[in-house]
């Protein structure tokens, strides 16, 4: 099943340009006819180019690349080198760490 535009390749497009009702797009590709009619209208407006991925969703990156590298050295070291007990690193020993060099969790 697909469940991604770019999971599909382009064969849906294909199917769009030919004059494909959303109906039979979604049938072929085994997705929503609501998913099947976004590419048709998106392909509509803008061709091939408006059903390109438009990369990963999400919020941003809170941390900065140079905080990035260095929370890394750090949980590399070990949560002992942190001045915890014993060598188990967990969710709030991490945040906790983040937070004492970002100021963010």
Known sequence: MCKE????GWGAAELIEAGASDREVARRFRVSRMSANRWWRAAAAGGRAALASKGA???RRKLTPA???ELEAVLDAGPVA???AD???TLARISDQVWQRS???
């Open 57 to 59: 969703g999400g919020a």
């Open 87 to 89: 060598q188990c690193w």
């Open 103 to 105: 100021g963010r969790t």
């Open 5 to 8: 535009w770019s999971g599909c």
């Open 67 to 69: 905080q990035v590298a």
């Open 82 to 84: 942190c001045g915890y």
